[in-house]
T-cell receptor, first 112, second 111 residues
Framework: NAGVTQTPKFRILKIGQSMTLQCAQD?????MYWYRQDPGMGLKLIYY???????DKGEVPNGYNVSRSTTEDFPLRLELAAPSQTSVYFC???????????FGSGTRLTVV | GESVGLHLPTLSVQEGDNSIINCAYS??????FIWYKQESGKGPQFIID?????DKRQGQRVTVLLNKTVKHLSLQIAATQPGDSAVYFC??????????FGAGTRLTVKP
């Protein structure tokens, strides 16, 4: 039981490049989330999903896209990377959709 | 907009002492609150939660207190240990599926 697995752990992108942050969970959780964490700040919700085929915007969705074709996977797509997207990205999943979140170990992204 | 926030960005305590980390929230409609612990290089880890129909909840060495009148909650850690050194976040459920996190308090435990 691996929990929530995020890849890659680190990435440097050039402005305008695209990439996909991968997130997978093996706990059969319906709820999945993407957060970003800027230095000295709390986590901000980018997108979430309440089940396969269903996604919705969070507090800071601009510049990102998600898909949820399976229960296990919830990739986050950056289409045109900007320096403002430099951050640490966390994926989380939840059984109940409340605070019982299990977080991945994060992806540290730098856009230069 | 509505927000949660912690009172102090850093807290230093002596090993064995009790720690108290405070948090204020602004959304009077929030009915569920959570404390998370984040160690360096890791994702946040759930510690304890409390619903708005309670004013106190205890876990193993941790207690959360909720004061709805002044929109304040606190996390108390008993007999703080070096392994408790981390950043602690409070969060409230802003609406269904939207947890709002505070900026965090970095707890340092001195031996």
């Amino acid at each position: 039981n691996a929990g929530v697995t995020q890849t890659p752990k680190f990435r440097i992108l050039k402005i305008g490049q695209s990439m996909t942050l991968q997130c997978a969970q093996d706990m059969n959780h319906n709820y999945m989330y993407w957060y970003r964490q800027d230095p000295g700040m709390g986590l901000k919700l980018i997108y979430y999903s309440v089940g396969a085929g269903i996604t919705d915007k969070g507090e800071v969705p601009n510049g990102y896209n998600v898909s949820r074709s399976t229960t296990e996977d919830f990739p986050l797509r950056l289409e045109l990377a900007a320096p403002s997207q430099t951050s640490v990205y966390f994926c989380a999943s939840s059984l109940q959709g409340y605070g019982d979140y299990t977080f991945g170990s994060g992806t540290r992204l730098t856009v230069v | 907009g509505e927000s949660v926030g912690l009172h102090l960005p850093t807290l230093s305590v002596q090993e064995g002492d009790n720690s108290i980390i405070n948090c204020a929230y602004s959304n009077s409609a929030s009915d569920y609150f959570i404390w998370y612990k984040q160690e360096s290089g890791k994702g946040p880890q759930f510690i304890i939660d409390i619903r708005s129909n309670m004013d106190k909840r205890q876990g193993q060495r941790v207690t959360v207190l909720l004061n709805k009148t002044v929109k304040h909650l606190s996390l108390q850690i008993a007999a703080t240990q070096p392994g408790d050194s981390a950043v602690y976040f409070c969060a409230d459920l802003y609406n269904n599926n939207d947890m709002r996190f505070g900026a965090g308090t970095r707890l340092t435990v001195k031996p």
